[in-house]
């Protein structure tokens, strides 16, 4: 049994020699016939062989890392010339010109998407102008700035008169006009019963009012809004703009040795801005910082070099967001965003829920996903980043 | 800078060495130095250290005795090697007050979790090499990936290139046995498609 052992660590040592260009010239045809007899001998091979092989494929120098570099010459009272602040325009460029891009493109939503305001119920709800009669007097007023406005009929002769005393702005009445004092009619009644639960907010433009009397029959009144007048007042179901500050535990789905750059609070956060165009729409922008591992390669000389990083990349990305309603506290909602980090092409994908325990703050928490994709020498790389993201949510 | 780039390591250390020189010029010098070789002797110490903080820290020691001990008395032929023996003497202080921090057992576990891809034998190898006593990693680490000769490694290391040799030999039967699952699976694998 020795004896076997030490025959096959005899042919073991050869086939190492073998393998390194040192096996006398007389030892192979003996090591050949051995591998030809031997399955576990040809089995060793093939895993000399692998073990030399991946060994000569994980490249044979990897770059130091760039923080590294910097304390050695700090360290050695070296300064590293203006590479720094170059190198800082160059990483920086992309992000800042991304959020730039991004905040463009969000105005630009804004403008061609926001549909005007929705009429509120008041002016929803106003009767059918009627065309005057014969027998119908046309009063117009003008009105430039004024926040209330009598309905007529409403106010006795004497309210009526301090309604316009109240409002010296009103362009003096015709001759003709005349001005009997009616009872209100339902819709009236509603108007001025949405008028008290809501006040509504005119806008400071000047505007008609267009009022139309039957002198047979005086509790027929109809007001009409005159079709250029902007008697819109500006109603807010919703705040126009969202806050949103969140952090990132994510984790890069590519290996590094390298421990996450995660040295503050700022390297795994992020702001958003986002302007509401509707119920379930909205669109932004996000800048943050994340960390990414990075593993590329590329040549140096004749050198092929393994570049190995997890740092805390600066992000910026234009963002569009839906959101729908569950109750009135829980507010789902998914979010896709587009743009760059300081090496390149950055999408990002956020799913969760925002709890609003006030109308206008809310504390979010969702899973996370983000794909940056980057170039070295012309070969391109991506880093995916899985986490999940909490936050808090501000309205206003 | 241009210039420089023309210049052998012989003649970048001589200058770093000059007094007569401005210490920009000297710098200029040693950065010119770092940026050839630094690669080289980072990827030495990840190998032999394995934790990458570990082997920041002795290749920043390395680089720092390198130019703190720069003697223009010495006549330098081989500035890689020159570095990499620095590099070695940092690492074996440092080994001399650490301790292991992973055991065999622990590493089967590992090995069995790794995604097979393409580069997992080299993932993997480097990890058995954390398991290898430093002698034994040292040989197959400047043979295998860094290249020198037996008779190169030697010189470095103070001892003869047969021992050398022997060690390198060593170091590949025992990522052999480390490996041994991960060979068997890949073997019943090919035996798989094969049939």
Redo the contacts between chains.
Sequence with gaps: MNDQMDYTEQY??WL??YL?G?LEPALEEPLFSALATHADLR??MR??L????????????????LG??A???Q??G?GMGGSIGASLLRRLWLPVASAIAGGALTWLAMTLLSTPPTPPPVAQQQIPPQQPTPETTVVERIVYRTRTVYLPGIPSTARAEEANAATPEYATPPATATTPAVQPSQHQQELALLDDVQPIRFTAAPYTIRRSEQSQSPRDVAIEQSAQTPLLPTYEHYPQFRLLLRGLATSSLV?V???PDRSSALSTSAVGLFYTLSDHHAVGIEVGREPFAMQFYGY?ED?R?RYEAYPALLWGVASYQYRTQLGPQWEPFAQLGVGATEFGLLGRATAGVVYRPAPSVGVMLGLEGALMRYVYQSTPYLTPNVGITYGIMFRF | MRELEALSDAELYRRMCDGELSKRER?AA??EL?HRH???V??YC?RIMGD??VA?DA??EA??RF??TADPTRTMTNVPAFLLRIARNVCLNIKQSARPTLELEDYHSITREQPYEN?E???L??RALELLPLEYREA?VLH????LS?AEIGAMTGVSADVV?VR??RA??K??AI?APY?SDR?EDMNTTDE
Excluded: W
Excluded at chain 1, 51 to 64: F, G, T
């Design positions: 073991s040592e190492s020699a390194d040192e089995q060793e895993e000399l692998a073990l030399r092989r991946a060994a000569r494929n994980d490249l044979v120098a990897l770059v130091p890392p590294t570099t304390a050695i010459f360290g050695l070296i290996t040795p390298q421990q140096q050198t070099l | 710098d040693f950065t770092y630094a690669p080289r980072y990827a990840r990458d903080d920041k290749f920043q680089f720092m130019y703190s580069d034998l080299a993932e190898l480097a197959f295998e990936y860094e290249g037996y040799k390198a030999f590949r039967q990522l052999r490996l060979f073997t």
